[in-house]
Nanobody
Framework: QVQLVESGGGLVQAGGSLRLSCAVS????????MGWFRQAPGKEREFAAG????????YYADSVKGRFTISRDFAKNTVYLQMNTLKPEDTAVYYC?????????????????WGQGTQVTVSS
C-alpha cells in the first residue's frame, strides 16, 4: 500500500507561483514513476506532468510546458511541482499519483495510487 499526501495548494493571483509537494510512503516498487494530474470543475481529470523513476526524464502537457517543473527528492521521498506564471485556467484540484512502472505515462490508468488532492485557485 502506497500513501501520498499533497500540500502547497492555495490562492494566488495570475502570474504568481506555487510549489506543490507530494510525500510518498508505504511499500513502493524499487523503481517507480510519479505524476501530477489536475481536475477543474466540470471537467475530466487531466495529466499535467510526470517524472520517471530515476528523475532524468520528465513529460509535460502542452498547456503547462515551460511554466511547470516536476522534480523528485529521493532522500525525502517527495515529488514537487513548481508552478510559475500561473493562469486562471490552471485553477483545479491537483492530484499526485504513483505508478509502479518505471517510465512516465500521461494515462491515468497507468497509476496505482492517488493522493487526496490539493486545491489551486488562480485569480485574474
Amino acid at each position: 500500500q502506497v500513501q501520498l499526501v499533497e500540500s502547497g495548494g492555495g490562492l494566488v493571483q495570475a502570474g504568481g507561483s506555487l510549489r506543490l509537494s507530494c510525500a510518498v510512503s508505504g511499500r513502493t516498487f524499487s523503481s517507480f514513476s510519479m505524476g501530477w494530474f489536475r481536475q477543474a470543475p466540470g471537467k475530466e481529470r487531466e495529466f499535467a506532468a510526470g517524472i520517471n523513476w530515476s528523475g532524468d526524464a520528465t513529460y509535460y502537457a502542452d498547456s503547462v510546458k515551460g511554466r511547470f517543473t516536476i522534480s523528485r527528492d529521493f532522500a525525502k521521498n517527495t515529488v514537487y511541482l513548481q508552478m510559475n506564471t500561473l493562469k486562471p485556467e490552471d485553477t483545479a484540484v491537483y492530484y499526485c499519483a504513483y505508478s509502479g512502472y518505471s517510465s512516465v505515462s500521461a494515462y491515468s490508468n497507468q497509476y496505482h495510487s492517488w493522493g487526496q488532492g490539493t486545491q489551486v485557485t488562480v485569480s485574474s
